[in-house]
Structures are given as structure tokens and as C-alpha cells.
């Protein structure tokens, strides 16, 4: 049999409507084929098909198998032709399930991909929900840039609400920050404040009343009584200054004297002041000097609860 062709073997099967229904045309054909070359090659194949045509729509379903060999190199092949593909559970399941369709060179899988392995692609999308305990990849851009992880950790985000803790070594800010509390060393390290007594202004007299106990005797005995009493009180210059340090962003500073009318500030050197708050522009060490009036009793109380976003200083007299 050497160099000796096998002729095909091949039957078909075909059922055609009356000629009445001469638009309609329906088919079954079923094809068996052996070739054996003078060269050694070996190929042999078994064609399933079946086909409708009806008012000029085309349906086709078929399944081809296939083995070839030329005595260096072997193949075999399963090629499935159908627009749904669907399963099964026994003789008895009259319910067919659709496993996966094609249409227009795409696949679609209907109900849950369960794989044990990888699934290697270059691009993996999701109308819906994609979800996984881990995600590991080279980068991560959600609504086109407005939230960007790069393969360096570098996270680029159009804004954020944290509800937790935000831990960073260093960071700017562009805009505004605004906090209920800022806690830090670096605050205050920008901050030194010092209390000088100046000259005297004047001496002033103090008017006061005073209750004494006065004897009258017999059956009155002690009576109380009022009695006015002047005294002289030395009035001086006294300045509180603020030493604000210098820092590579620009912060606002509030020294809050609203509640007293006789405190005068001024900044060395001048600065921008809005709505009573004062710009410290960044690089610049600016001098605050508040200027009161006051007798020897006056104490000095400034403080700072977040320089660099909002600032309260206050002067307070007592004794």
C-alpha cells in the first residue's frame, strides 16, 4: 500500500422542503475523509453540519474533527461552528444551559468563570464589580487619572475623605488646610514669645470705696459705713512679642483682640492682613508686637493653637 492513495469516503444526507416553500431550505450534511499523499502525509477528518435558510436568514451549526501527521510532526483539531453553545445535565434535562456565545469575533461566558490557575490577557475589564483579596499589578488608574497609583506607590487623587488615621513623613499643601487641631513640634518651634515692661505713661488716681466699722456707744453699739478712699497708680507701656520663624509654606496668623479695644498690633515686617488675619508669607521670619497699656499687676497670656492654619493670640489684664 505504500504510495498508494485512499480515495474518500464521504456520504451526505440532505432534506429539502416541497417546492412550494421554495425560499425555505433546510440541511443536513455529514462528511468522513481519509488522505494518504505520496509524500507521507497523513490526514483524516469528520464534518457534522447542519444549516436553514428561511427569508434570506442563514443559520449554520457545525463540528469538524481532524488529525494529520507527515512523520516529523502530528496535529489534531476540534473546530465547533455556532452562535451559542449550551450543555446539558442528562438524557432527561429538556432545559439547556448556555455555557458561552460569539459574536463578532467576541466570546461571551454566561454565568460564574470559575478557574483554579491564572487567566493571562492584556486587558481584563468589568461592567459591574471586579473583587479580589489581591490585587497585584504595576499600576492603577480609576476615571481616567482622577485616581492614580503608579508602580512606585505614588498616589494621585482628584480628593479624599479619610475617616481613619493619615500617616505621612512629609507633605504640601497647596491651597487651605483647615483642622480642629494641629499637633506637632514643629508648631511651636516656629514660635517665641517674650513680655517687656516700658516706660511709664502716667500716674493715674484710683477712686474706690471701702466699708469701715464705726462705734457709736450706748445701745447702738458698731454701725458700718462707706467711705471713699483715692489711691495713685502708675500707668506703663507694656509690648508682648511674637517671634514667628520662618517656614517653607505660607501660614495665617489670627492674634484675635476683638474683645479688647485698647491693644494695638503691628508686624515686622508689614504683611497682608484680611478680615484681621494675617498672611506669613513662607521663608519669611515676621515679628508680632502687641502694644498695651497697664499698671504693674498686668500679666501676659499669648498662645497659639495651630499656626499655619488659623492662630488665636489674646492679651489679658489682671490685678
Given at each position: 500500500?505504500?504510495n498508494?492513495?485512499?480515495?474518500?469516503?464521504?456520504?451526505d444526507?440532505?432534506?429539502?422542503?416541497?417546492?412550494?416553500?421554495?425560499?425555505?431550505?433546510?440541511?443536513?450534511?455529514?462528511?468522513?475523509?481519509?488522505?494518504?499523499?505520496?509524500?507521507?502525509?497523513?490526514?483524516?477528518?469528520?464534518t457534522?453540519?447542519?444549516q436553514?435558510v428561511?427569508?434570506?436568514?442563514k443559520?449554520?451549526?457545525?463540528?469538524?474533527?481532524?488529525?494529520?501527521?507527515?512523520?516529523?510532526?502530528?496535529?489534531?483539531?476540534v473546530?465547533v461552528?455556532?452562535?451559542?453553545?449550551?450543555?446539558?445535565?442528562?438524557?432527561?434535562?429538556?432545559?439547556?444551559?448556555?455555557v458561552?456565545?460569539?459574536?463578532?469575533?467576541?466570546?461571551?461566558?454566561?454565568?460564574?468563570?470559575?478557574v483554579?490557575?491564572?487567566?493571562?490577557g492584556?486587558?481584563l475589564?468589568?461592567n459591574?464589580?471586579?473583587?479580589?483579596p489581591?490585587?497585584?499589578?504595576?499600576?492603577?488608574?480609576?476615571?481616567?487619572?482622577?485616581?492614580?497609583?503608579?508602580?512606585?506607590?505614588?498616589?494621585?487623587?482628584?480628593?479624599?475623605?479619610?475617616?481613619?488615621?493619615?500617616?505621612?513623613?512629609?507633605?504640601?499643601?497647596a491651597?487651605?488646610?483647615?483642622?480642629?487641631?494641629i499637633?506637632?513640634?514643629?508648631?511651636?518651634?516656629?514660635?517665641?514669645?517674650?513680655?517687656?515692661k516700658?516706660?511709664?505713661?502716667?500716674?493715674?488716681?484710683?477712686?474706690?470705696?471701702?466699708?469701715?466699722?464705726?462705734?457709736?456707744?450706748?445701745?447702738?453699739?458698731?454701725?458700718?459705713?462707706?467711705?471713699?478712699?483715692?489711691?495713685?497708680?502708675?500707668?506703663?507701656?507694656?509690648?508682648?512679642?511674637?517671634?514667628?520663624?520662618?517656614?517653607?509654606?505660607?501660614?495665617?496668623f489670627?492674634?484675635?483682640?476683638s474683645?479688647r479695644?485698647?491693644v494695638?498690633?503691628?508686624?515686622?515686617?508689614?504683611?497682608?492682613i484680611?478680615?484681621?488675619?494675617?498672611?506669613?508669607?513662607?521663608?519669611?521670619?515676621?515679628?508680632?508686637?502687641?502694644?498695651?497699656e497697664?499698671?504693674?499687676?498686668?500679666s501676659?497670656?499669648?498662645g497659639?493653637?495651630?499656626?499655619?492654619?488659623?492662630s488665636?493670640?489674646?492679651?489679658?489684664?489682671?490685678?
Amino acid at each position: 500500500m505504500r504510495n498508494q492513495s485512499i480515495s474518500p469516503i464521504r456520504y451526505d444526507t440532505k432534506f429539502t422542503p416541497q417546492s412550494s416553500l421554495k425560499k425555505l431550505d433546510a440541511s443536513i450534511t455529514e462528511s468522513k475523509q481519509v488522505v494518504a499523499s505520496l509524500d507521507g502525509k497523513l490526514k483524516a477528518t469528520h464534518t457534522l453540519k447542519t444549516q436553514t435558510v428561511s427569508g434570506g436568514h442563514k443559520a449554520i451549526a457545525g463540528i469538524a474533527f481532524g488529525a494529520e501527521s507527515d512523520g516529523r510532526t502530528a496535529e489534531s483539531s476540534v473546530i465547533v461552528m455556532a452562535d451559542k453553545f449550551g450543555v446539558v445535565a442528562n438524557t432527561n434535562d429538556s432545559h439547556v444551559k448556555p455555557v458561552f456565545s460569539v459574536v463578532n469575533g467576541q466570546v461571551g461566558i454566561h454565568g460564574d468563570l470559575i478557574v483554579q490557575n491564572s487567566i493571562l490577557g492584556k486587558h481584563l475589564k468589568a461592567n459591574q464589580t471586579l473583587s479580589s483579596p489581591i490585587i497585584n499589578g504595576g499600576s492603577l488608574n480609576i476615571g481616567n487619572g482622577k485616581f492614580v497609583v503608579d508602580n512606585k506607590g505614588n498616589l494621585t487623587a482628584k480628593s479624599g475623605i479619610f475617616s481613619g488615621s493619615l500617616n505621612g513623613a512629609t507633605g504640601t499643601f497647596a491651597g487651605t488646610v483647615q483642622a480642629t487641631n494641629i499637633i506637632g513640634a514643629n508648631l511651636a518651634d516656629f514660635l517665641s514669645v517674650s513680655l517687656r515692661k516700658g516706660r511709664k505713661l502716667r500716674t493715674e488716681g484710683k477712686t474706690y470705696q471701702v466699708q469701715k466699722d464705726i462705734w457709736i456707744g450706748g445701745s447702738v453699739g458698731t454701725i458700718k459705713k462707706w467711705e471713699t478712699q483715692t489711691s495713685n497708680i502708675d500707668i506703663f507701656e507694656w509690648t508682648a512679642t511674637v517671634r514667628i520663624g520662618s517656614s517653607p509654606i505660607d501660614r495665617f496668623f489670627n492674634p484675635d483682640i476683638s474683645y479688647r479695644t485698647d491693644v494695638g498690633v503691628s508686624y515686622i515686617p508689614a504683611v497682608q492682613i484680611h478680615n484681621g488675619t494675617a498672611k506669613i508669607p513662607k521663608n519669611t521670619t515676621v515679628i508680632v508686637q502687641y502694644r498695651v497699656e497697664g499698671h504693674n499687676g498686668i500679666s501676659s497670656m499669648i498662645g497659639c493653637s495651630s499656626i499655619g492654619v488659623s492662630s488665636n493670640s489674646y492679651l489679658s489684664q489682671t490685678g
